[in-house]
């Protein structure tokens, strides 16, 4: 008897890694039944661990509008065993690409409990120069948020880290700004209001008298703001960080 309960909770546990790996055949599925005339780059997919029954797939489209390439996005929550649309949300020239290369995509699914009916989740995307002197990175957020058929975007193009700066042979300045997204305790419009709490770090590279390289770092303390939610979405504040 304890065999088979262990044989069983094996089994178990077993699914979601499977269905994680699975999940990829849905990409292409997905591209031949509403984007048959067009190919996607850097597509990604995950089962959603807070309903397993649903997967979240990101099918981002370039485009080449006179030497700048330009990202359509489609957002698509998915039936984890069918691939059947439950819901997306598209969004025409969502990323540009061009000094700053916009490299990769990442499916977050923190704990963005908006209320007690609503869980959202993100994608990021992160774009770096790849110079070695001139050095550029960046990553942004979306949020999104499922209502009956529609994936609606609730944070748009939120920057959540930001580095540059000039460095060469240990002489220069880089200077880096990270944030993270959290929850806040008040509600507006009944989905609970965004913290963004963030803090900034600056690196200076020099040599001493004796040929040595000195790096001095300083940071500041932690400092954050509040997005309030207005019915439709989050609007950031200007200038958007």
């Known amino acids: 008897m304890k065999n088979t309960q262990k044989l069983l909770l094996l089994i178990t546990l077993s699914f979601p890694m499977v ?80 000094a700053i290369e916009l490299n990769n995509f990442e499916i977050d699914t923190a704990r963005y409990q908006l209320n007690n009916e609503s869980r959202a989740f993100g994608v990021r995307a992160n774009s770096a120069n790849g110079s070695r002197y001139v050095p550029i990175s960046q990553q942004v957020i979306n949020l999104y948020v499922q209502q009956n058929e529609k994936l609606n975007r609730i944070v748009n193009n939120l920057m959540l880290n930001n580095s540059g700066g000039e460095w060469y042979d240990c002489d220069g300045e880089y200077n880096s700004r990270n944030a993270v997204l959290l929850l806040g305790k008040n509600t507006t419009n009944n989905y609970k209001d965004l913290i963004v709490s963030y803090n900034e770090q600056k690196e200076i590279g020099k040599k001493n008298s004796e040929g040595e390289c000195i790096e001095e770092i300083t940071k500041s303390a932690k400092r954050k703001y509040t997005l309030h939610y207005n019915g439709v979405e989050y609007p950031l504040p200007e200038p958007v960080y």
């Open 19 to 98: 269905s994680s790996a699975d999940c990829e055949k849905w990409i292409d599925y997905l591209l031949e039944k509403y984007h048959s005339s067009r190919e996607s780059d850097k597509a990604i997919c995950k089962i959603w661990p807070a309903d397993e029954s649903k997967t979240i797939v990101v099918l981002p489209f370039p485009n080449d509008i006179e030497g700048t390439i330009f990202y359509d996005l489609d957002v698509l929550l998915v039936d984890t065993q069918s691939g059947e649309l439950i819901a997306h949300n598209w969004q025409q020239n969502a990323f540009v690409s061009d």
